[in-house]
C-alpha cells in the first residue's frame, strides 16, 4: 500500500516537473502567441541560445572557484535571458514586424531563423563573429548615414542594392583572410554537444521512499514558479503590462489611444524570446547541450498552446502539467503496472495496450491522440476567447 | 400561406453570463420586407447570428419555414434558403465578380457535383443578368480586389440574390456608401422585396425611411418595440433609448409638435423664429411656470423630426380636441410667415387629414388671426 | 450590349480552348524532352538525381494544392511521403521465397510476419495503397481537424505534432517494420531485377516522368475548374463559404486527403530511387522544406511548384555536396529571402514585374491600359456625357 502511494507520488512529482519544463518553454510562445497571433519556429533555438549561455557563463566562473563558482546559475539564468531577448527584439524588428496580418508566413520565415541559429551555433568562430561585425558595421552604418540625408527616399531600393552585396563581399573576404588565423579559425563550440555541470548544491535530491527527488528537479519547478509570479505581476501591475493586455484585446482601439503598438509588440516579444532563453538554461541542467536542443521540446510546447488556448495564462498552466503527467504516467508505463497490479479481470487486455505505450516516445503518440480527441470537444482550447469579435 | 416564414421564441444567447440576446421573441410573415434598428450592443448582429447557425441560441427556438434552424450548421441553413450579406462586404478577392456570382448561383453545392458538372447554361445566364442588375457589367473578370467598396457591397448583395434565398438577411448595406450609392442599394432592396423575405439591419435613418414598411427596434437584447416608421419615431420608449432620457411629453402631444413642424418644412425652410413657435407654444401649453417652460423647449427641440407625411402622423392623435390643437399650432406657425403656395397645399392636406368641422377651422383661425394681429 | 457580350464570351471560350491545347502541347513536349533526350545527355548518376527530384516535384503538386489554392499549411507532408515509400518498400521487401520473411525481422526476435505485412504480397494491393493509405490517414487527421474549425497556425502546428507522433511511431518499432533503421529497397527484387540496377533505375526515371505530367494534368483539372474557384473562395473567406451553403470542411478534407495521396506517389517513387525508406522522411525539417520548394517556385501555379521542387533540390545538392556548412545559412535565408522579398514565387513574380522589367530594360514597355477600360465603364461614359454638355 505504501509502496502504490509512493508511486504514485513519484508519477505526480516527475509530471510535474516535466510539466514545469514545459510550461517554462510554452509560457514566452504563449504570451507572443497570444497578442500576435504569431508562432514562433525558432523559439526552440532561443532555448538552445539559452543553454549556451549557461554553458559560457559557466566556463566564465571556473576559475573563479568555490564558492563563487557554485552561485553561477543565477548569473546564467539572468544572462541566458538578456541574450534570448537581444535575439528575439532582433528577430522581431528585422523579420517579424514585416509578417504581421500574416501568420503562415510568419511561419515559414522564424523556421528559417532557426535553421540559421542552429548552423550558426555549430560554425561560429573568432573569424566569423568578426566578419558578421564588419558587415553589420558597413552595411548598417552606411544606412545610419545616408539615412540622414534629404533625399534618401529616391535613393534608397538604389542604395541597398549596391551596399548589400558590397558589405557582403567584404565581410566575406574578410572573414575568409581571418580563417587563415589558427586562433580565429577555432570552433566556439564544438559541433559535438558540450555539458554543462550542475553546481554542486544541485547535485543529488532529497530521499523519498523508494526514489529521491533531485534538487535540478526541485530547482527547475522553483524556477518556473517564480517566472510565473514575475510574469503574472508584470503583466497585472505595470504600465507596460497594461499596455500588453490592452494590446491583446483590441489593436486598433489601443493604437487610438496612443498606445506604442510597434513598441509594444517588440516589448513582448522580447519578453517572450527571454523567457525562452530561461527556460534553455533551465534544459541545460538535465541533459547535454547540444544545437538541436530545441527541437526536443518545441513540439511538445506547441500542443501545450494550442490545448490552453490564447485566453489565459492560466491555461498554458493546465495544459502543461496535464500534458507532462500524462507523458510521464504513459511513457514510464505506471499506469500499466497500476492496471495491472490492481487484479481486476477485464483490465488486463488494456495493459497489454498500455505497456505498447510505455516508452518515451510512444508516449508522445498516445498523448496526441487524446490532444486531438480533446480538440473534439473543446476546439478552442481550454480558455478560448468568446464573444462575437472572436471570428470578425 | 399563414405559416410564418421566421419565428423566434424566447432566443437568450449570454456569452460567459453576458446576454446578448434576452429572451427575443420575432416573426414575420413570407414577403415581408423589415427593417431592425437598435443603438450599439443592442445584439442585431447576434440576432443575425442566431437565424443563420453561426451562434447557438442557450435557450429558445428558431423556425423558418416551421423548420427548426437551432441544430442546423450554417451551410444546411444557407441551402434552406437564408442568405445573409455581412456588415464590411465579404467577397472572394482573388476571384472576379463573375466567379463569386456562380459560386453562390450554384445550385448543388456538394463536393461530388463542384468537382465533376460544369455551370449549366441557365445559371451562366442568371449571372450575366445579375452583373447587369448590379451595375458590374464591365468589371466582370476582373479581380474582386480592384473593386469599390461600393461596388463590393453590390457585388455581395449580388452574391445573395443568386443564392436565390427566400429570406435575405441584410446587414448595413449602405454603411460606408456615398448618398447616391444609397439610394441606388434602397431601390434594388425594394425591387428585391417583391419576391424575397427580407430583414434589413441599418443605422442610416434615412435610408430605413426609404425602404421601411415595418420596423423592430432592438434594446438590450430584445424587442422593444414593433411599428411603423412613424410609431417608432413617436414612440416614447424608442427615444428614451436613442436619445437617453425619456421624454417629459406625450406621445399625442409630440405628435402635434411634429405636424406643427412639418408645415414649417412643407417650403423646404424652416427658420428659427418658426422653431420658436412652435416649442414656445407647446412649452406654454404644458409647463406650469416659466422655468419649466424654458427647459421643456430646450428638450424639445430634439424630438422634432423631418419629413413625416402629416397623412400618417394625423391618425395618431385620437381626441377632436388634439387635433383641434394641432390645427392650432400649425396656423399659428403658417401664419408666422408669408404663406406661399406650397404651405398652402401643405395646409391644405392637413385640413383634409384631420378632418375636422369647418366651423372649428372657422374659429380656430380667426381666433390666431385675432392673436397675432 | 447583350449580343456583344454573348459573342465576346464565345471568343474567350475558344480562346481557352487554344490556350488548353498549346498548355497541353508544351507539357507533352518537355515529357517526351526529358524522356527521349535527356538521358542521352546526362550520366545515370545525375539522372537518378534528377529523377528523385522530379519525384519530390510530386509532392511539392500536392502542397501547392492545399497551401497555394486552398491556404492549409500543412508542416506534416512527410508522413504521407514516407507512408507511400514504406507500402512500396513492404512489398519489395516480400520479394522473397516463399515462407521467409525479410531478413531484419529475426534480429529483434520476429519469426512472424506481423499481420499487416499479409496483404503487401499483392502488386495490386500495394499499388493502391500508395495511395490510399496516404489518403486514409490524411483524410482523418483532417477530418477531427477541420470539421472543428481548426485552421491557420493551429493547423499547422498540429500537423507537425502529427509528424513528430508518426516518426516516433516508426522510429520505436524495431519489431513491426525495422524501426529507425528503415526498409532498404536497394537491393531487392521487382519482377525479377534488382531495384538498384540502371535498368530499372531508368525505368523508374520514366515512370516517374509519366506521373509528375498525370499529376500536373490532374492538378490543373481541379484547379480549373469549378472546384478550384471553390479552393480560392475558401482561402479567400471560409465562413462566406458556409454562408453561401457549402461546406466547406468536406472541401478541405477532400484536397488534404487527395494532396496526401500524391505525396503518397512521390515517397514510393522516391524511395525507389534513393534505395531506401526510413522514418528519417518524416523529419520536421523535410516537411517544412516541401513548403519553400512551392513557395520558392510560385504559390498557386503548378509550374511554378515544379520548378521550385527541383530548383531547390539542384542548389541542396551542388551545395551541400561541397560545402555542407554553408548550406544550412542558405537555406535559412531561402526562407527569408522568399517571405520577405517574393512572396509570390519566382513564377509570380515573373508574371508581374518580371516581364515588365524586362520589357522596360529593353525599351519596349508595354502600355498601361485603365481599370476596366474607360470604353466599357458606363459610370465613367456617363461623366463624359455630361461633362460635354
Sequence with gaps: MLQALFGLFDGIFNGISIGAVLLIAALGLAIIFGLMGVINLAHGELMMLGAYTTYVVQLAFRPLGEPLFSLYIFVAVVAAFIVAALVGLALERGVIRYLYGRPLETLLATWGVSLILRQFVRSVSGAMAISIAVFCLLFFGALWVLRKRSDWASMQKKAIAILLPLSLAIAGGSGFLLNQVPILARLWFSTRNVDVTAPAWLRGGIPFGISQLPYTRLFIIALTVLCLIGIYWFLNRSVWGLRIRSVTQNRDMSACLGIPTAQVDALTFALGSGLAGVAGCAVSLLGSVGPNLGTNYIVDSFMVVVVGGVGKLVGSIVAALVIGTLNYLIGSGTIAIILGGSGVEFLQPLVGFFTFFATASMAKVMVFVLIIAFLQVRPAGLFPQKGRSVEA | ?373 | MAVDTALGRQRSRRSRKNKLLIEAGIVVGVALILAVIVPLILSDFRLTLLARFMSLAIVALGIDLIWGFTGLLSLGHGIFFALGGYALAMYLQLQIPEGQIPDFFPLYGVTELPWFWEPFHSFPFTLVAIVVLPMIVAGLLGYLVFRNRIRGVYFSILTQAALVVFFNFFNGQQKLINGTNGLKTSTTMLFGNQVGSPSVQFSFYLITILLLTLTYAFCRWLTSGRFGRLLVAIRDDENRVRFSGYDPTSFKVLVFAISGGIAGIAGALYTVQSGIVSPQYMDIAFSIEMVIWVAVGGRATLVGAILGAIAVNYARSLLSEQFPEVWLFFQGALFLIVVLVLPAGIVGWLRTDGIDGFRRLTGNSRTLSTFPSVELDESLQKEREIAEK
Excluded at chain 2, 100 to 120: G, Q
Excluded at chain 2, 225 to 236: A, D, I, L
Design chain 2, 1 to 373: 400561406m399563414s405559416e410564418k416564414i421566421l419565428d423566434i421564441e424566447n432566443v437568450t444567447v449570454s456569452f460567459d453570463g453576458f446576454k446578448a440576446l434576452n429572451n427575443l421573441t420575432f416573426n414575420m410573415e413570407p414577403g415581408e420586407l423589415r427593417v431592425i434598428i437598435g443603438p450599439n450592443g443592442a445584439g442585431k448582429t447576434t440576432f443575425l447570428d442566431v437565424i443563420t447557425g453561426k451562434v447557438r441560441p442557450t435557450e429558445g427556438s428558431a423556425r423558418f419555414k416551421g423548420k427548426d434552424l437551432t441544430h442546423l450548421k450554417e451551410h444546411e441553413i444557407a441551402r434552406l434558403g437564408i442568405g445573409r450579406k455581412f456588415q464590411t462586404p465579404r467577397v472572394y478577392l482573388n476571384l472576379t465578380p463573375r466567379e463569386n456570382l456562380e459560386i453562390s448561383c450554384n445550385r448543388t453545392k456538394t463536393v461530388f457535383d463542384t468537382l465533376f458538372k460544369k455551370t449549366p447554361q441557365p445559371e451562366r445566364q442568371t449571372v450575366s443578368g445579375l452583373l447587369e442588375t448590379i451595375g458590374l457589367s464591365a468589371q466582370a473578370d476582373v479581380p474582386a480586389e480592384l473593386l469599390s467598396h461600393g461596388q463590393k457591397q453590390w457585388l455581395e448583395i449580388g452574391m445573395l440574390v443568386a443564392q436565390s434565398p427566400d429570406l435575405l438577411l441584410v446587414d448595413e448595406p449602405v454603411a460606408g456608401l456615398t448618398d447616391e450609392e444609397t439610394e441606388h442599394t434602397g431601390e434594388l432592396l425594394m425591387a428585391l422585396a417583391e419576391s424575397h423575405s427580407i430583414i434589413v439591419i441599418e443605422h442610416d435613418m434615412e435610408f430605413v425611411r426609404q425602404i421601411a414598411r415595418q420596423v423592430t427596434v432592438l434594446h438590450e437584447g430584445s424587442v422593444l418595440f414593433e411599428g411603423s416608421m412613424n410609431e417608432v419615431q413617436t414612440n416614447p420608449r424608442v427615444i428614451e433609448v436613442y436619445l437617453g432620457s425619456e421624454p417629459s411629453i406625450s406621445t399625442e402631444e409630440m405628435t402635434m409638435l411634429r405636424i406643427a413642424a412639418s408645415m414649417a418644412w412643407s417650403d423646404g425652410h424652416f427658420t428659427n423664429e418658426q422653431q420658436d413657435i412652435i416649442l414656445g407654444r407647446l412649452s406654454q401649453q404644458f409647463a406650469k411656470d416659466g422655468q419649466e417652460q424654458s427647459t421643456l423647449q430646450e428638450e424639445l427641440k430634439d424630438y422634432l423630426a423631418k419629413d413625416i407625411p402629416v397623412e400618417d402622423l394625423v391618425p395618431l392623435l385620437k381626441t377632436p380636441e388634439e387635433r383641434e390643437m394641432a390645427l392650432k399650432l400649425s396656423y399659428e406657425v403658417l401664419s408666422s410667415n408669408q404663406i406661399n403656395q406650397q404651405k398652402g397645399v401643405a395646409y391644405q392636406r392637413l385640413l383634409q387629414a384631420l378632418k375636422l368641422p369647418p366651423e372649428v377651422v372657422q374659429r380656430v383661425e380667426q381666433s390666431v388671426t385675432g392673436m397675432v394681429s
